[in-house]
């Protein structure tokens, strides 16, 4: 077996008032490299993990399933960027990451529109699945039969996250959210989630930024669970963001800032006291998506 790499880029979903159908993949990432073996190895940052137990290879080895093949003995080195249970979309890199183990092992060939059918049919819904796939911003829905998706591959900003050194399971932030939208309350949320897209399509940074601090369908009700929420949004923009949302479920916080500003924010809104225990950090977007190192 020839060496290679896998590379998955973490990602962002909702992006504001996206609510399940917006993703953004962001410069973190899983990293796979696979080299031939005698037997199935898998090792996690150096450490050695029983293969039945890992999230990836159990992945690769149900894909392998579906196409009745066995994958071969190997050695997979995984070292991951991501922060886990952060809001950074680990776990759909990791779906991704699975996925295309089985793709190179055995041989499968699957174009990109299976992967996101897979990966989806894992996560529940592919607004952080799609954008690691795919790269950039992409929009998706799941229809009957099939996920369509739009990727915005030019959105000229930078952005700064702001991860606190605490986890918040999705599950925990879902269970906060009502069960139902009342007619009147889910129009006026969609119609802030269409501007805020049309606003990114046609490069208006500005309004992209205050409609996304304007969401209906999450924010309001997560922004309890999150440390210093409103403090990081304030403080942002006195140096220049055009908005500042939640990572996917949270605890993260991405602030929207002009090209080439990300690195003085991240200055900037290190030196802040109540942000001690954070790693505020300037991430590019990644515009690549999934990719391969022979």
Same mark, same amino acid.
């Given at each position: 077996?020839?060496?290679?790499?896998?590379?998955?880029?973490?990602?962002?979903?909702?992006?504001?008032?996206?609510?399940?159908?917006?993703?953004?993949?962001?410069?973190?990432?899983?990293?796979?490299?696979?080299?031939? +073996?005698?037997?199935?190895?898998?090792?996690?940052?150096?450490?050695?993990?029983?293969?039945?137990?890992?999230?990836?290879?159990?992945?690769?080895?149900?894909?392998?399933?579906?196409?009745?093949?066995?994958?071969? +003995?190997?050695?997979?080195?995984?070292?991951?960027?991501?922060?886990?249970?952060?809001?950074?979309?680990?776990? +759909?890199?990791?779906?991704?990451?699975?996925?295309?183990?089985?793709?190179?092992?055995?041989?499968?060939?699957?174009?990109?529109?299976?992967?996101?059918?897979?990966?989806?049919?894992?996560?529940?819904?592919?607004?952080?699945?799609?954008?690691?796939?795919?790269?950039?911003?992409?929009?998706?829905?799941?229809?009957?039969?099939?996920?369509?998706?739009?990727?915005?591959?030019?959105?000229?900003?930078?952005?700064?996250?702001?991860?606190?050194?605490?986890?918040?399971?999705?599950?925990?932030?879902?269970?906060?959210?009502?069960?139902?939208?009342?007619?009147?309350?889910? +129009?006026?949320?969609?119609?802030?989630?269409?501007?805020?897209?049309?606003?990114?399509?046609?490069?208006?940074?500005?309004?992209?930024?205050?409609?996304?601090?304007?969401?209906?369908?999450?924010?309001?009700?997560?922004?309890?669970?999150?440390?210093?929420?409103?403090?990081?949004?304030?403080?942002?923009?006195?140096?220049?963001?055009?908005?500042?949302?939640?990572?996917?479920?949270?605890?993260?916080?991405?602030?929207?800032?002009?090209?080439?500003?990300?690195?003085?924010?991240?200055?900037?809104?290190?030196?802040?006291?109540?942000?001690?225990?954070?790693?505020?950090?300037?991430?590019?977007?990644?515009?690549?998506?999934?990719?391969?190192?022979?």
């Amino acid at each position: 077996m020839t060496p290679f790499g896998i590379s998955v880029p973490a990602s962002s979903g909702n992006v504001g008032p996206g609510f399940d159908s917006t993703g953004l993949a962001l410069g973190l990432y899983l990293h796979l490299h696979v080299e031939g +073996a005698n037997s199935i190895q898998f090792y996690s940052d150096g450490e050695s993990t029983p293969t039945e137990n890992h999230f990836i290879w159990n992945i690769a080895e149900n894909i392998a399933n579906k196409h009745g093949i066995r994958l071969p +003995a190997c050695k997979v080195q995984e070292t991951n960027e991501i922060p886990l249970a952060r809001g950074l979309g680990s776990s +759909a890199s990791a779906i991704v990451a699975g996925i295309e183990l089985a793709n190179q092992l055995g041989n499968l060939h699957l174009t990109p529109e299976q992967k996101l059918q897979y990966g989806t049919e894992i996560e529940g819904h592919p607004d952080n699945v799609a954008p690691s796939i795919y790269g950039g911003l992409v929009i998706s829905t799941v229809l009957e039969k099939e996920i369509e998706h739009i990727q915005l591959r030019d959105i000229n900003v930078d952005i700064v996250a702001y991860i606190p050194n605490i986890e918040l399971k999705t599950s925990v932030s879902r269970n906060c959210l009502p069960d139902s939208y009342n007619r009147d309350y889910a +129009a006026k949320a969609s119609a802030i989630s269409n501007l805020t897209i049309a606003a990114l399509y046609s490069k208006d940074y500005k309004l992209a930024g205050k409609l996304m601090e304007e969401d209906l369908f999450h924010e309001p009700f997560r922004s309890e669970l999150i440390p210093n929420f409103a403090y990081i949004r304030e403080e942002a923009k006195k140096y220049g963001a055009f908005g500042t949302i939640l990572s996917g479920a949270g605890p993260t916080m991405l602030s929207i800032i002009p090209k080439g500003n990300g690195p003085t924010l991240q200055n900037n809104m290190s030196t802040l006291s109540l942000l001690a225990d954070y790693q505020v950090k300037y991430i590019p977007i990644d515009y690549q998506g999934i990719s391969i190192q022979e």
